[in-house]
């Protein structure tokens, strides 16, 4: 008995206890704010390797270097598919992306894939009383059909549970290259109206594979339809000139409307979903960035990214937010070089290794796919370190619906896991296994192992210890057969069931 603090705390002189007492209730103000605000910054195509905290040799990072030193870098944890639309999907929804149709990568004109009514990541905020809002990247669609872009967009973010949003519909190589505030173009003239088509050239527009002498960046591949701002692109586009963006600028439109965001709500609890077009093709870094790197427009793209955090980090700071803000930083997906433009990411590379000691990248089942920067802080409330904790992206809407106290309903977020303590670096542990997923398959993990499902006669079904084998360089599947059958059939059964979340 005379062992617990507690014990001797009550059986101190009255002025001991209330001193105890007045530090113990300090104390758990300052460990436990009730509502803290959380930015989600989303890079795009940013492998694990690309950020110098993790190795990068070709541009530094020092902003994100600065956040991993002060919270905790998470070593093995994961977008939830290797490319863009479904692992935003999964993000948003906390719901693996192949248990809906529609999900892979959309065109620009695609229908909203997250329908109004679901429960998602920032409904989950809004519920708690949270000022919601996204910038930047979108890629789950909009509208229920054919969209009218000159008039009113809907559904949009702002209808799934943001307050407010400023997005490109899709990405910057793919029509139409607009902003969308809310629910409307920004910046449209009425007088000169949007037309997007997927199927067919507007015979006055320049065309990229006719006038592609004409291009500042010329194409690799597919990126040879519309032309604007001299760079080719996916689909076809007239009107609305006084409407479009403008690449080299599209980062500091984005940074602006995401500081303005958090000044705007520095007095409420506050959630900021902050997903950057930057590395993502085009590369089309601003002039002060250009030179940056040793690896061209990637290298200088991904600069220019790190400076994005950078205004975010300081705007925190600015405004006394720091201490009451969780900070998470992550990527979309892994890594890729040449993605349809020719501008020496390749060439220019030298020894820098965009997925550090992982094989593959975006598009892939290999760990580098999906194996992601993701760094968390919570200035004094986090302790700065490194974890291993297996984590899933899709974990965030369940993660934070426990932090906030929101109740969800048993059909929600079916497969997000509640992994907070791991990410507030309470516990080394977070899954126990993990999906990972590309466009046509999945994998599942297990502690070291790993079982990637068939995906036909040049794909079998491969199995990797990471311990001995990082590069995932040798099947073991014909060598351990009952590993093969035990990890085939949980992941057999994660398919055929419409809910993994256990609570």
């Known amino acids: 008995m005379d062992g617990n603090p507690l014990f001797r705390l009550l059986s101190s002189s009255p002025m001991k206890r209330s001193l105890a007492l007045l530090a113990c209730l300090a104390q758990a103000s300052i460990a436990a704010p009730a509502k803290p605000n959380v930015v989600l910054i989303l890079a795009d195509d940013l492998g694990y390797g690309d950020i110098s905290y993790n190795g990068a040799k070709g541009a530094v990072t020092p902003n994100i270097d600065k956040l991993a030193s002060e919270g905790i870098n998470f070593t093995d944890a994961h977008s939830s598919s290797s490319t863009c639309t479904p692992s935003r999907f999964a993000l948003i929804t906390g719901k693996y992306p192949f248990r809906q149709k529609g999900t892979g990568i959309l065109p620009g004109d695609a ?34 059909g054919r969209i009218d872009w000159n008039g009113e967009i809907k559904p949009s973010p702002n209808d799934i549970g943001f307050d407010e949003s400023f997005i490109m519909a899709a990405t910057g190589d793919r029509v139409p290259t607009v902003y969308i505030r809310n629910h409307r173009v920004e910046n449209l003239d009425p007088a000169d109206p949007i037309f997007v088509s997927y199927t067919a050239q507007y015979p006055s527009e320049p065309d990229g594979k006719r006038d592609r002498a004409s291009l500042k960046m010329d194409w690799s591949n597919g990126h040879n339809m519309a032309i604007v701002n001299g760079i080719g692109r996916i689909g076809f586009m007239k009107g609305g000139v006084k409407a479009r963006w403008n690449d080299e600028n599209m980062s500091q439109d984005f940074t602006r409307e995401a500081v303005g965001f958090i000044e705007r709500h520095k007095d409420q609890p506050f959630f900021l ?16 960035f250009v030179g940056k790197s040793t690896m061209g427009p990637r290298g200088d793209s991904i600069v220019e990214m790190d400076w994005q955090v950078g205004q975010v980090m300081a705007t925190l700071d600015k405004l006394g937010l720091a201490q009451n803000t969780i900070v998470i930083f992550s990527s979309d997906n892994g890594p890729v070089l040449d993605d349809g433009y020719k501008d020496q990411a390749v060439e220019k590379l030298g020894s820098h290794k965009p997925a550090g000691p992982f094989s593959g990248g975006k598009y892939q089942l290999l760990e580098g796919g999906t194996r992601v920067p993701f760094v968390v802080r919570w200035k004094g409330h986090v302790k700065p370190g490194s974890s291993a904790a297996m984590i899933n992206q ?25 992994v907070m303590p791991a990410l507030l670096g309470e516990t080394p542990k977070g899954r126990d296994t993990l999906i990972e997923h590309s ?65």
């Open 111 to 144: 229908e909203m894939i997250v329908k109004p009514g679901t429960t998602t990541l920032p409904s989950i905020f809004k519920q708690a009383g949270y000022a919601t809002g996204a910038v930047g990247k979108w890629h789950l669609g909009l509208g229920d």
């Open 394 to 418: 899709v974990d965030f809407a369940s993660s934070f619906a426990a932090l906030t106290g929101t109740k969800l309903a048993a059909d929600a977020v079916p497969d997000s896991f509640n």
């Open 439 to 503: 466009i046509n398959r999945t994998a599942i993990r297990e502690g070291d192992w790993k079982l990637m499902e068939a995906g036909g006669p040049k794909q079998p079904v491969e199995l990797f210890n990471l311990k001995d084998d990082i590069a995932e360089k040798k099947n073991l599947a014909a060598e351990k057969p009952e590993i093969v059958e035990r990890l085939g059939k949980q992941l057999k059964e994660v398919h055929s069931v419409a809910r993994t979340r256990p609570d």
């Open 273 to 288: 979903y902050f997903a950057t077009h930057n590395i993502h093709v085009p590369r089309v870094p601003n002039p002060m």
